[in-house]
């Protein structure tokens, strides 16, 4: 039987309604896994029968970050917050750390991730962290946009053994400090964190860039997530 993971839904606030993009879901089961979205709550007796029933769980891109998460207030018209997906992922973020399963976070993941544990975000690289590097690209989005640094000393670089990857990337918000419990995996030619994990944890990544939209063409975002897939056999 293939492990399931459990996916973070997307929130549309226009439609006020879930939605997905099929790359996560594609990437996933490329890699030999079965994806499951889950529904947005944070009914804590439905979200521990639903992860009961998972092997893992990828935390999807999408809405900023709550500020509020790590203690910050928001900066006024920068923000677009979704309180709902904060609530839930705090509750599947530590029953997945508690239960050592695997967990693979993207874009709002890494954010997420590193928030919810202790370290703090630029809530506005614009203006916060202006940069000569672009983080936030144009379609299309499968082509890379700027390169990272693998840390050799990291999980990923014994994943890809390249010291080098070209990158898609887009957001406007980022780690800035990181949290305790987390080390960096690869940074931006600006500074910024760009994958990290969790020493001691079975399978704890987070990645700023978009392995989803890259799909099978991809050498390394293929590897990314058959690592993830094999921390859940």
Known sequence: MRPV?????????????LWMLPGYLEGLEEAGTLPLILPLTDDEEDLAQLMDMCDGFLFTGGHDVSPEVYGETPLEGLIAACEGRDRMEAIVLR?????????????????????????????????????DIEHHQQPPYDVPIHEVTVLKESPLYACLQKEQLGVNS?????????????????????????????????????????PEFF????????KIFHAFADAMK
Request: with cysteine; net charge negative.
């Open 5 to 17: 993971v459990g996916v973070m839904p997307l929130w549309d606030d226009d439609k006020d309604s």
């Open 95 to 131: 029953k997945a750390i508690d239960e050592d399963k695997p967990l693979f976070g993207i874009c709002r993941g890494i954010q997420y991730v590193n928030a919810a544990l202790g370290g703090t975000l630029y809530q506005d690289l614009d203006l916060q962290h202006p940069s």
């Open 170 to 210: 887009y957001h406007h918000q980022a780690i800035k400090d990181l949290a305790p419990g987390l080390k960096e995996m690869a940074v931006s030619p600006d500074g910024l964190i760009e994958a990290v994990y969790m020493p001691g944890h079975r399978f704890l990544w987070a990645v700023q860039w978009h």
């Open 215 to 222: 799909g099978t063409k991809d050498d390394s975002s293929v």
